[in-house]
């Protein structure tokens, strides 16, 4: 008994240095997790801090570069204008050219069309003229023939009343070729006037409308400068408020985190070294209610085993008070579970073989009874047994695609091993 005492207190001793040395370990895990997470919270607020410097400094480099921006499409818009400008002024010098051109053209044309009017006229009158004094000239010749034929004493009045006739013609065709003529003339004069009055009229205009233009588009240009540098001034004012604004800002958020990092820091170490004392009374505490159960455990653990002793007690020889183990095994072949279980040919009614979705189950009974005479005394023995093998599975099965062989009083199951999900219970008969 004093040798169980003194290997208890050897073994108590020898946990509870154990447990001494973890908790010495743990605590300084502890001290230097806290230390890390102190370092890393320096190292946090430190780059917090140069980024949040380089975010002012990219800011303060953005707003220059787009104030530079703001300039230069300020000059590239008044030379779009300036652009715009000369393009209009071009354009309207052209259409006032190509109306020129075109009233010119149209004017020459229809001088051109009243010479030609005038022209026909005159040849259809001479050409009317020419008829008529053909006419006459056959008329008289005819008249003549017939007055020598008819009338020989009338031929010298015939004669002078159509030399007469003929004078008295011709000066009417003289003079109404004449009338045509100066009508032509005139007629070609005013259309000439008309022709000159309207161009100069419609020069005039252009040129005015041109000037008119000009001015507007001087004083648009005028005007858009005038904004363009009164919008760049009122620009840089503000980008200049901006900037010391921001530079106020950043240097009053830089005196804030730095004063919230430094009240941050005093708390967590207060919070620090309460949680060190509150740990170390609770590692004392567990330390006591672990060495109180371990004793409790072994006294225990003693006294089963007392137990379990006196229970198999001079019993070790005899095959009736020992774990049947009928040799089965399950192997994992990748694919497949093969089970093997141990079934004669006489015991195959007696003996199932359960297939769930988590293990396989061997179960089955035997009984034996019999009677033998001896000399003088009957001899008699009546036997019953129950056995059960569970064999768990370590990965989901696909019960319908199972086969079964025997292999002489073996059977071999082969189970498919299939996805997560579950498969039905499945029992029969070895």
């Known amino acids: ?14 946990e509870l240095s154990e447990m001494q040395a973890d908790y010495n370990r743990k605590k300084k895990e502890l001290t230097k997790s806290n230390e890390d997470q102190l370092e890393d919270l320096k190292d946090y607020y430190a780059d917090k801090k140069n980024n949040l ?30 652009d715009t400008y000369n ?3 071009a354009t309207m010098q052209k259409s006032f050219d190509k109306q020129f051109n075109d009233t010119r053209e149209k004017r020459q044309q229809q001088l051109a069309d009243t010479q030609e009017s005038s022209r026909q006229k005159i040849e259809q009158a001479r050409d009317h003229a020419q008829e008529e004094v053909q006419e006459i000239r056959d ?6 023939t017939g007055a020598k034929q008819r009338y020989n004493k009338e031929m010298a009045d015939v004669n002078q009343f159509s030399d007469k006739r003929l004078s008295h013609q011709r000066e009417q065709n003289e003079a109404a070729l004449a009338t045509e003529v100066e009508r032509g003339t005139l007629a070609q004069e005013k259309v000439r006037a008309r022709n000159e009055k309207e161009l100069t009229e419609t020069k005039q205009k252009g040129d005015q409308h041109v000037k008119t233009e000009q001015e507007l588009q001087e004083k648009k240009v005028a005007r858009v400068n005038k904004d363009g540098a009164d919008r760049y001034d009122k620009a840089q004012k503000q980008w200049a408020s901006k900037e010391e604004n921001l530079n106020k800002s950043y240097t009053t958020r830089l005196t804030d985190n730095k004063q919230a990092y430094e009240k941050q ?30 004793t409790r455990e072994v006294a225990e653990t003693k006294r089963n085993f007392m137990k379990a002793t006196e229970k198999y007690a001079n019993k070790e020889a005899d095959p009736f008070y020992k774990v049947q183990n009928r040799g089965t095994t399950l192997e994992d072949n990748g694919d497949v579970y093969v089970l093997r279980t141990f079934v004669p040919e006489h015991e195959k009614d ?25 000399g003088n005394k009957t001899v008699s023995t009546s036997s019953y047994q129950t056995f059960r093998e569970d064999l768990p599975f370590d990965k989901p099965i696909i019960s ?3 086969t079964r062989q025997r292999e002489g009083d073996w059977i071999v199951y082969k189970i498919p091993i299939g996805g997560p999900g579950g498969t039905p219970r499945l029992s029969r008969k070895a």
């Open 350 to 374: 007696s003996v199932k073989v359960s297939i769930q979705k988590d293990k396989a189950t061997v179960s089955g009974t035997r009984s034996f009874k019999d009677k033998l005479e001896d």
């Open 400 to 402: 319908e695609g199972m």
């Open 139 to 144: 008329k008289s010749a005819k008249d003549v």
């Open 1 to 14: 008994m004093s040798s169980i005492d003194s290997s208890t207190r050897k073994a108590q001793q020898s």
């Open 265 to 294: 820091l005093d708390t967590q170490t207060d919070h620090f070294q309460s949680t060190y004392q509150h740990n170390e009374e609770a590692n004392r505490e567990s330390l006591n209610v672990q060495n109180e159960r371990y």
């Open 87 to 89: 393009a209009r002024t």
């Open 53 to 82: 410097r380089e975010e002012n400094e990219a800011a303060i480099s953005h707003i220059r570069k787009r104030q530079s921006e703001q300039v230069d499409n300020a000059v590239v818009e008044r030379q779009r204008l300036n």
